[in-house]
């Protein structure tokens, strides 16, 4: 059984399928029934690509693998079962002979004033398809408008993280909202405002110097404002205050500072370096033989460092996938296990259009060269979609870009704080799930009653459609999050958050000169299952039917914690059955 369908868990299930050939059962538990290649989320962003290009059937690509969807929230080693929640919220139960636990990473948040509020990531589809509608978004808005301070509050961006992701995002977004100004003109003088900060002295500093130049060369030739040595000091809705003391205007924050083991893993109860799982060489979790772990999830030994542990990248997790599944078929006894070891062959960072940096088998190379280079690698490794990305590049250098919003994610869809960043945020899900109370929604109307409403029927319907009212009318507030009540904090120092009810707003200054009440609902979106084994539905199955789901599958009504699954949301307009 495998857990995640990032780049370690799919190699691995890949590799395991293959070496098989059927002879023995698989199965992938994943939230969502694709693989993501998060190299080329950039570029989805700035509508280069289509989403569906980045996102590889499992189904269609693991013939012999049972796909499973559904989210994590429990794992009992001594049982060997794997408790978890389908995107409808019902429970059910897997039992595994072996585990490879490939959860993946998620968000880094620090403990700034505001940003948790204010910024969204850019780990998963869900928050690359907000950002570019939210760019699109405030240009027209911006060439609209008659304020010039409201002009370029809107026309400024700012990202904080210059490593792989931060860099390629504001390199993509200079050129994306240049191309976009051409139709949408701004006010004489004015033009988009782009900001990379962070605190670390040189763009990509854990890259060669020679390519932390290139790219630090080309955004500032694109006009990104590069700040090192700068970070956030607070974030409101109105901008950001920086660590020198400067209040920029924005509406715009975007947060790359890096990324944190998944939560799952703290609640393994096993040895953790640094939120990360400890294993062996041989990518074995130490007592635990028929457990595994490989990618971001896991503390993996780097034989070349003594000492070290290994970086949580993409290269790294694409090739412990593929040694934890030789691994894992050694342990059945085909094959011999091996430790895990690696050789850089060279890394490649995307800036948009012809230009890249790329240092292939240690060469440095800038310029057309190296955009050739890094478009020819992101193809080879694709698992999939390989033409479609081929077209779509194509197409892009022949015909002009479209940039269209289709409000599809809303802000409070894709919080910062969220376990889950591949998963969008509903409004609400199975009536009478406790899940639906915990959901990630938005502040509630000013024009209220006062009363703490559950998400979901008529009062939901009427939250969704205010709220969609004002962001046209230019109102898009960041999520209101009551602050959690204390409680005791699990392994790993990390405090949990009670379920807080939803309280009402005051509406911002964009509402009012909309003449709009609107707002969201805020609860603390939280991972299914840290509430704690109460209330588990689903008992483990007969011995000896590994990967299979077993025991009784209940909705999770009244399990404390439930991950809020996506539902039906009634409207007056549309019949009350099914999804609307």
């Avoid at 956030?232 to 400067?246: F, I, N, P, Q, S």
């Avoid at 940096?357 to 890094?374: M, N, Q, R, W």
């Avoid at 250098?397 to 919003?405: H, N």
């Amino acid at each position: 059984m495998i857990v995640g369908a990032g780049f370690a868990g799919y190699r691995a299930a890949r590799t395991l399928s293959r070496m098989s050939r059927g002879k023995a059962e698989i199965t992938l538990l994943n939230p969502t029934d694709y693989f993501l290649y998060l190299p080329l989320l950039p570029q989805v962003a700035v509508g280069v690509l289509e989403p569906r290009r980045v996102a590889v059937s499992l189904s269609g690509t693991l013939r012999r693998v049972q796909l499973v969807l559904g989210e994590a929230d429990d794992i009992d080693m001594d049982a060997r079962t794997v408790h978890y929640t389908d995107p409808e919220g019902v429970e059910g139960t897997l039992e595994y002979d072996r585990l490879v636990l490939a959860v993946g990473s998620v968000n880094k948040l620090l403990p700034i004033p505001g940003v948790a509020e204010h910024a969204h990531g850019f780990r998963g589809m869900p928050e690359a398809l907000y950002l570019r509608d939210h760019v699109v978004r405030q240009i027209e808005l911006a060439a609209a408008t008659d304020d010039p301070e409201d002009c370029a509050a809107r026309c400024t961006f700012v990202v904080v993280g210059a490593g792989y992701t931060g860099t390629e995002v504001a390199a993509h977004g200079a050129m994306f909202t240049d191309s976009m100004v051409r139709n949408h003109p701004l006010r004489e003088g004015m033009r988009p405002r782009w900001m990379l900060l962070d605190i670390a002295p040189r763009v990509l500093p854990e890259l060669d110097e020679r390519l932390s130049a290139t790219a630090d060369r080309v955004l500032r030739r694109r006009g990104v404002e590069v700040r090192m040595g700068t970070s956030v000091k607070e974030a409101t809705h109105d901008g950001v205050l920086l660590t020198d003391g400067e209040f920029v205007r924005s509406r715009t924050l975007v947060w790359c500072v890096g990324v944190r083991p998944d939560p799952l893993v703290e609640r393994t109860g096993q040895p953790l370096e640094r939120g990360r799982l400890v294993v062996d060489p041989f990518l074995q979790v130490p007592g635990r033989p028929e457990v595994f772990a490989c990618g971001d999830a896991a503390a993996v030994p780097d034989l070349n460092r003594p000492g070290a542990f290994t970086p949580m990248t993409a290269q790294h997790a694409w090739r412990q996938g593929k040694a934890a599944a030789v691994n894992v078929a050694a342990s059945c006894g085909v094959g011999e296990r091996r430790p895990y070891r690696h050789r850089d062959l060279g890394f490649v960072v995307d800036l948009g259009g012809l230009q890249a940096a790329a240092d292939p088998f240690g060469v440095p190379l800038s310029g057309p060269l190296a955009g050739a280079v890094t478009h020819g690698y992101h193809l080879a490794a694709m698992p999939g979609n390989r033409v479609r990305v081929a077209a779509d590049w194509l197409l892009e250098a022949v015909l002009p870009r479209q940039s269209v919003q289709l409000g599809l994610v809303r802000s409070w869809s894709v919080p910062l704080d969220t376990a889950s960043p591949e998963l969008a945020r509903v409004p609400g899900g199975p009536r009478g799930q406790e899940g639906d109370k915990t959901g990630e929604a938005g502040e509630k109307g000013a024009a209220g009653s006062g009363e703490a409403d559950e998400l979901g029927g008529e009062r939901l319907t009427e939250i969704i459609d205010n709220t969609e009212k004002a962001q046209l009318a230019g109102a898009e507030p960041a999520p209101h999050r009551p602050a959690p009540e204390p409680t005791a904090s699990p392994p790993g120092g990390e405090p949990q958050r009670s379920r807080p009810e939803p309280a009402e707003s005051r509406p911002g200054p964009a509402e009012k000169s909309a003449g709009k009440s609107a707002g969201k609902h805020s609860g603390k979106a939280r991972k299914a299952g840290k509430g704690g084994k109460a209330g588990r539905a689903g008992k483990p199955g007969k011995a000896g039917e590994a990967g299979k789901p077993a025991g009784k599958r209940e909705p999770a009504a009244g399990r404390r914690g439930a991950h809020p699954a996506p539902g039906p949301v009634r409207r007056d307009d549309t019949p009350t059955q099914g999804d609307s």
